[in-house]
């Protein structure tokens, strides 16, 4: 992307910018989301980004750089495993903005020779996420290794796509549906890196006009119906396009105008009206009013931002644990809520009965924990005309009891957005239940869907944190936007056959949210009015505490409590995490593994290093003795692929009313430490 000669910029706005800038600078050396306490390859292409188009340069570039360089924003796998091209865009395109040599990127690059495979179980047509594809070609022409002979098939993809009025979207252009702003760049500039000609298209440069709306910003495309709200990004986009198809906005002073009204106090742009500031949509602010000519100055009429609920008297922080396991043992489910300080736990794709018997142990053992709901509705899958028909966009939340209907019968089958929402999704909202969004790779799709949430509920909460070592706020970075208008969530997504073995994750990440009672009703609240946040803490995080989400009012509130929902220990690792479970068995158990036919028998799980799938792998504990009624008792251990346990069978006076008792000496292999579980019943209680 060549430089461009910046306007001539009033002095006070260009410092409230630089201002704001270097707040988002983090120990790393580069830069950071506002919310974020770690520096990332996107806040930083936006930063270094807006020094250029300010013309001023980057303090400290060369460290900038290196940052940049080393730190690749997701797992190395993903740059084949449906590849997220546009971070290494962002990488490469920064490096060049600090004149930094590029040549590393070559042999992953020349590897790239056509679009990349897309897995049918996320997009029901198989077809690759088109902006990434796009700025793989972009890479690879930064390098000279485009357009070259080799190309046909970048071409073919690019081709396929473009519709007869010039437009460009993510699905085949045969469907007969219509483009999308951003993806209309994205294949524009693929086409000019691939040495595809396309000259000025009148037709083009109408639709590109069509997309600005009254307020003088620009949409996704004209009468857009489902998110159709004006944009910095769909402004920017729409200014590249008619700028090559050889046209101008039909408003360009209304155009600057509401532009320049997401310039806040604090010296960032925000993407519209409702949000926070962000670096990215200060960029793409700032090269808005290049292409229009324009500094900014002070607006008559700043835009709205996003709304604040306070904290009121009477509100205490309460901890969530969203899609937590709903399978194997209820019991080992509510210890590990109790030694975790979980007080509500939503089960995902529970048996019938679980959340029932889960619920009445907590009753029982007097336990500060409610069990609900957390379903993800495997196979369904929902479709926006020329963006694609996804899986992964249904995971639900329901009170337990409440009727929230049931998932759309058909599975793999291109639902309309609109049938998901006016049917299955209406009837869950009636019945107090609400949506999660989990994930989706296509930001454009993204975009409406949950421009839509913001405005009218759909969508009641966008996942952050994500089992294994995933934070979807740094993969798919453009969620940010949502800052202040949707609460960011942890999702557990649990994996796996008993929640003892998700341990780990169920210590690594959590949800807070405040209210003045911790029950549904409470949770509810706090998803409406943004009280909310996520935090993680655990090895991934190198034992510091993470955020996601959350006004700056109520992180201080909640940070001010943290003795109350913090689960780890004092050395800042996970020491409140059971050592081992022991567990009296009896007749009828249906959930609970080892249960005996007659009598009793006690099962003894430990500690163990798990996988990301919830399934043991090297021990963490040792059973020392067993002991019944002070009797040392066998208690083999019992070992299959997702599960492991040391099972003793008891004979035992079957007089009733006779208190028995079992003692476990357990060992901590790692620390050396000695403890001692003991449960104790009444015969015929």
Known sequence: ???????????????????????????????????????????????????????????????????????????????????????????????????????????????????????????????????????????????????????????????????????????????????????????????????????????????????????????????????????????????????????TARDAAGCHRWVKSLLTPEGGFQDRPGGEPNPMATYYALDCLRMLNHSPGASAKPAARARRFPVEPGMRVFSAQVQAPGSGSPREAVLLAKALGIHLWTAKNSPEGWVREARRIAAEEKAQVEFHIADEEYGTYVELPGLGCYSHLVDTLAPYGADTGVPLPKKAFPYPWETFRDGRLSKLRQGGGRLVWQFNENEELTRILLDEAAAKGTYSAIAAFHFGNENFLHSQPFLHRWAGRLPYVGLQDAHGKESWWWGKNLAAFRTLYVARDMGWAGWLEALETGRVMTVRHDEVTGWKTHYAGGSPELREFVNSREAEWRWWGKDGRNSRLPLGALTLLRPGMQFEEGAPSKGFALRLRLAAETTNQGVPKASRAELVSLRVDGQTVDAPLRESKTDRYHLASLELSDTAGILHRAEADIKDTGAGRTETLACSWRVGA
């Open 1 to 247: 992307m060549a430089a461009h000669a910046a306007p001539v910029w009033p002095d006070a706005i260009r410092q409230r910018i630089l201002r704001y800038i270097e707040t988002l600078r983090r120990p790393e050396g580069a830069y950071g989301w506002r919310g974020d306490v770690t520096a990332q390859v996107s806040p930083t292409f936006g930063v270094v980004g807006s020094y250029r188009l300010l013309g001023l340069p980057v303090p400290e570039a060369p460290r900038v750089a290196e940052f940049v360089r080393t730190h690749y924003p997701v797992a190395e796998r993903r740059r084949t495993e449906r590849p997220l091209w546009r971070l290494d865009f962002e990488q490469m395109q920064t490096l060049l903005w600090l004149d930094e040599p590029v040549e590393s990127f070559r042999p992953l690059a020349e590897s790239w020779t056509k679009p990349a495979d897309f897995t049918t179980n996320y997009e029901l047509g198989g077809n690759p996420v088109l902006q990434h594809q796009a700025m793989a070609v972009r890479v690879r022409h930064h390098l000279g290794l485009s357009p070259a002979e080799g190309d046909g098939a970048w071409r073919d993809y690019f081709r396929a796509r473009r519709r007869s009025n010039g437009t460009f979207n993510n699905t085949l252009a045969s469907d007969g549906s219509d483009g999308h702003v951003m993806n209309t760049l994205w294949g524009l500039l693929a086409f000019e890196c691939l040495g595809v000609a396309a000259a000025p298209d009148a037709d083009l440069g109408a639709w590109a006009q069509d997309c600005q709306l009254r307020t003088g910003g620009f949409t996704y495309a004209p009468k857009a119906g489902i998110g159709a709200v004006e944009d910095i990004a769909y402004t920017w986009a729409a200014l590249q396009v008619l700028e090559r198809a050889g046209a």
